[in-house]
């Protein structure tokens, strides 16, 4: 069973200040990685996506790929209220048919920015 | 670019009755889109890959006589809930891939369908 773990949170971080969300996956195959931001009731909007070891930056999004410690993460600058959601990391694995379009979603990390 | 539109939004139906749920890729072609189900306060779940063309592959432990998938066109996939009954109860979000390799699989979902079976 594959497994993606993430800190169920709530992480409560004030406006200005850096947030830090980590992941860990157990599928040491996997080569596509993802974060997603969930607000509550709604479905989940691509923020960040990485593929390569080290750092890859978006305007406040800076995400952190380890393959060998098999371990993602997500940073974001100057966190805004607006910032407030789940943040969900995703591995892409094999799926039943045995292609490789099969993403497994961590369980999120709730995020607070403090106005 | 990469918008994906889900219909409808919520529905409401009495047990036993059958459901049909539309996803559709605005404005670009998906040969592959995916239905997932997301029970409260728990992570989406994969329930099936949908490819144009072709039938689709049902993860282990959803029955596919009871959510049919049908993706007729590059832009069209959708999710008949047969027979609901109130444990069917749930959001369900489809989403779509954009070209590039398997190993990428970037995903857009829809805005998801809330389905309440009474």
């Known amino acids: 069973q594959k497994e993606v773990e993430q800190n169920s949170g709530p992480l409560s971080v004030p406006e200005g200040a850096i947030a830090s969300l980590n992941c860990t996956y157990s599928?040491?195959?996997?080569?596509?990685f993802f974060w997603y931001r969930q607000y509550s009731g709604k479905s989940p909007e691509l923020i960040m996506s990485?593929?390569?070891?080290g750092d890859k930056e978006d305007g406040r999004f800076t995400a952190q790929l380890n393959k060998a410690s098999q371990y993602v993460s997500l940073l974001i600058r100057d966190s805004q209220p607006s910032d407030s959601a789940t943040y969900l990391c995703?591995?892409?694995?094999?799926?039943?048919?045995?292609?490789?379009?099969?993403?497994?979603f961590g369980k999120g990390t709730l995020l607070t920015v403090n106005p | 670019g990469a918008v994906v539109s889900q219909h409808p939004s919520w529905v409401i139906c009495k047990s036993g009755t059958s459901v049909k749920i539309e996803c559709r890729s605005l404005?670009?072609?998906?040969?592959?889109m995916f239905w997932y189900r997301q029970f409260p306060k728990q992570s989406l779940m994969l329930m099936a890959t949908?490819?144009?063309?072709?039938?689709?592959?049902?993860e282990q432990g959803v029955e596919k006589d009871k959510f049919l998938i049908n993706h007729a066109s590059l832009t069209l996939s959708t999710l008949t809930v047969t027979s609901a009954h109130p444990e069917d109860s749930s959001f369900y979000i489809c989403?779509?891939?954009?070209?590039?390799?398997?190993?990428?699989?970037?995903?857009?979902f829809g805005p998801g369908t809330r389905l309440t079976v009474l």
């Open positions: 989403s779509a891939k954009t070209s590039g390799g398997a190993v990428y699989n970037e995903q857009f």
């Open positions: 599928d040491r195959g996997s080569q596509s």
């Open positions: 990485i593929y390569s070891n």
């Open positions: 995703a591995v892409n694995g094999k799926n039943s048919g045995g292609s490789n379009y099969k993403l497994t």
């Open positions: 404005d670009f072609q998906a040969t592959t």
């Open positions: 949908s490819n144009e063309g072709s039938k689709a592959t049902y």
